[in-house]
């Protein structure tokens, strides 16, 4: 059974890869759709609809947002097919507003008939998420930047599709202080999630190791706290700058490259939320503007040397200096980003400095504040008016609960669940990002062939995601997210590999619902959507198909050594001896002991008789180490 399985995904993959040569793409069948995320509901035909030079699109001219997604719909095919569609009055795709409110603001019913296409939503969002839809029904060589053939046969499968989102906040976040990510690649990372429907991103914009938007009446935040010496190598293992050494490692927006972003992202409907995160992690605020220090700020931005606890990377809340900062910072933010939200982070905040600053001791004292815990919460309700006074909503970090929670704040869960759900039950909204399934900055599979990072979450954890915990009220959760930290993404590139496919997982969760999640279904769709990628030159990693190494102690105190995959339909293959695995090599049935004076494990997976994941070369003493570690 598992072979016949296999063989129709190995065929499926064939005829995916193979569907913009001329000749295969005669054929579209029954079963040839393969969306990411799953829509609600989805009757296939076994006709096509071919998209032409001479089809046209027919909707209401006088609605710009309507005219704006067509343009967007030809921006994404131009390229490939060498043609746009122009509108027209009786054109053969039709996007159509109704009045009918039952799909929702984001929701769309897509026919694809032989004959023509008729795209209906009640909003403009939900033409947009229907012209997704339609775009992952084209060949994937669409995707391409390169022009066709001509005779290409662009081939749409007929379906009759309705569909809605689960949750209404379907985010990722990008870390650009750890890393600088130029203007264009933001861009790049938004068009990209909107692909798969996500519709919020969250720009984490100040950190210890860069300060990265202008802010006007602060001129030295960008001056000088975006500027840090160059480095690369292992995060918190770095040499911190050296006298004489000059900063030109960093960059930042400006308020007009943001403007600019805002208006790309406003095209693909994606939310932007820009996050200054404070009272913690401002060491390169305290090195541009050293007054707002409690004792002695850094004399340099971080740039992945160990700090914590020894330089100061605290405002001081002792200083009214800080709150005038603070309100400087967010008139222009506000000013800049038109989303209801602005997140001040509040996490990780170290409290040490503190505790020994007279001044923030004479504030905790004159206002009645019994730790250091309240005194971050007296920030944050003072943070809360800030906002306020300017229209805004704060959201933060799930530390923004220690010392008591302001009125209105909206948390942002990721240790885990509990804080999100101890909001949800006080009657906060909240969005849950817990680490285990949706920080994008961990391992996706075996550790030893993967970049360097701390702990594990593998594509099928993203996958497995439910951001609804049992007793919590759902209507306070507004989603999801995944959140990429950039301290070991020194690249773009990088940034791809890291975020695809665990980003496909949580968009689907998030998009579809975890009640509709199927794995069986979900890994065959990401097979199919590595090939689109791969024409369009976005990065994503391979992880899945590595095998799963588990070193334990049986019972006669021994170590036993469990191989698996994600994949069902995987063989693994391994070696004592130090010959390269393959398939002539001892097959994996159940678990392994260590032949005597054996140094290294190898091991490889197989996929339809063919390596599928990398060769995994792991030593003995490494994997006892694991053991002892609990890892
Ligand atoms: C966080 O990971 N410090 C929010
Ligand atoms: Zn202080």
């Not at 995320?37 to 001219?61: G, M, N």
């Not at 990372?189 to 190791?209: G, P």
């Not at 009645?368 to 008016?385: A, C, D, P, V």
């Not at 805004?392 to 948390?411: M, Q, R, S, Y």
């Amino acid at each position: 059974m598992k072979k016949i399985l296999l063989s129709f995904i190995t065929l499926g993959l064939l005829l995916c890869g193979a569907s913009c040569s001329r000749k295969e793409t005669r054929d579209v069948e029954k079963g040839s759709i393969s969306l990411i995320p799953k829509p609600q509901e989805i009757v296939e035909k076994s006709d096509y609809f071919q998209l032409t030079r001479r089809a046209a699109i027919t909707l209401d001219r006088s609605n710009e947002a309507l005219v704006g997604i067509a343009r967007y719909f030809n921006g994404k095919i131009a390229p490939a097919t060498g043609f746009e569609l122009p509108l027209e009055k009786h054109g053969k795709i039709e996007f159509k507003l109704t009045d009918d409110a039952a799909l929702g603001d984001e929701g769309y019913r897509l026919q694809v008939k032989r004959s023509d296409i008729i795209l209906t939503a009640h909003k403009p969002a939900g033409i947009f998420y229907g012209v997704q839809t339609l775009l992952q029904m084209l060949p994937p060589c669409i995707k391409s930047g390169k022009t066709q053939p001509r005779d290409t046969k662009w081939l749409i499968p007929c379906a009759d599709i309705t569909d809605a989102p689960k949750f209404r906040w379907r985010g990722l976040m990008l870390d650009v202080s750890r890393h600088w990510f130029t203007k264009e690649e933001v861009k790049r990372m938004i068009d990209e999630i909107a692909e798969y429907k996500m519709n919020v991103f969250h720009w984490h914009l100040t950190d210890d190791q860069g300060w990265r938007i202008e802010i006007k009446s602060l001129p030295k935040l960008t001056e000088i706290g975006a500027w840090r010496v160059p480095r690369v190598g292992q995060w918190w293992h770095r040499e911190p700058r050296q006298s004489g050494e000059e900063a030109t490692y960093g960059g930042f927006y400006t308020q007009e490259d943001i403007k600019e972003v805002l208006a790309y992202a406003a095209e693909r409907y994606v939310r932007v939320i820009p996050e200054v995160d404070v009272p913690g992690h401002s060491l390169a605020a305290l090195v541009s503007y050293p007054e707002l220090a409690c004792m002695n700020a850094p004399e340099a931005v971080n740039v992945g040397n160990k700090f914590y606890g020894e330089d100061e990377n605290t405002l001081c809340i002792g200083k009214e200096e800080t709150f005038e900062f603070m309100d400087k910072v967010l008139t222009e933010v506000a000013a800049l980003f038109p989303d209801e939200y602005i997140h001040i982070g509040g996490d990780e905040c170290y409290k040490g400095f503190w505790h020994k600053c007279p001044r923030c001791q004479a504030r905790m004292r004159a206002e009645g504040l019994k730790n250091e815990e309240e005194l971050q919460s007296y920030f944050i309700h003072r943070m809360e008016s800030i906002l306020k006074e300017k229209g805004k909503k704060l959201i933060g970090w799930d530390e923004i609960l220690e010392g008591g929670l302001t009125p209105d704040a909206t948390v942002m869960s990721w240790r885990g669940m509990e804080g999100g759900i101890k909001s949800a039950k006080a009657g906060h909204h909240v969005v849950m990002t817990p680490s285990e399934h949706c920080y994008l900055d961990l391992w996706q599979g075996e550790p030893s062939v993967e970049p360097d990072t701390y702990s594990m979450c593998r594509l099928s954890d993203s996958y497995s995601f439910n951001p609804v915990p049992d007793s919590v009220p759902a209507e306070m959760v507004l989603g999801g997210q995944g959140n990429l930290w950039a301290e070991s993404v020194p690249t773009f590139r990088h940034a791809e590999y890291m975020v695809w496919p665990r980003g496909w997982a949580l968009a689907e969760v998030l998009w579809s619902g975890p009640e509709h999640t199927d794995w069986n279904s979900f890994y065959p769709r990401v097979e199919k959507h590595f090939v689109r990628a791969d024409e369009a030159g976005v990065n994503y990693a391979r992880s899945m198909y590595n095998a799963i190494i588990t070193p334990g102690k049986a019972e006669d105190g021994e170590m036993e050594i469990a191989l698996s995959s994600e994949l069902p339909d995987t063989d693994i293959y391994y070696t004592f001896d130090n010959t390269d695995p393959d398939h002539f090599s001892p097959k994996y049935e159940s678990a392994l002991r260590v032949p005597k004076n054996a140094t290294w494990l190898r091991v490889v997976t197989y996929r339809g008789g063919k390596p599928s994941g990398k060769v995994i070369t792991l030593s003995i003493k490494d994997l006892e180490g694991r053991i002892s570690r609990g890892k």
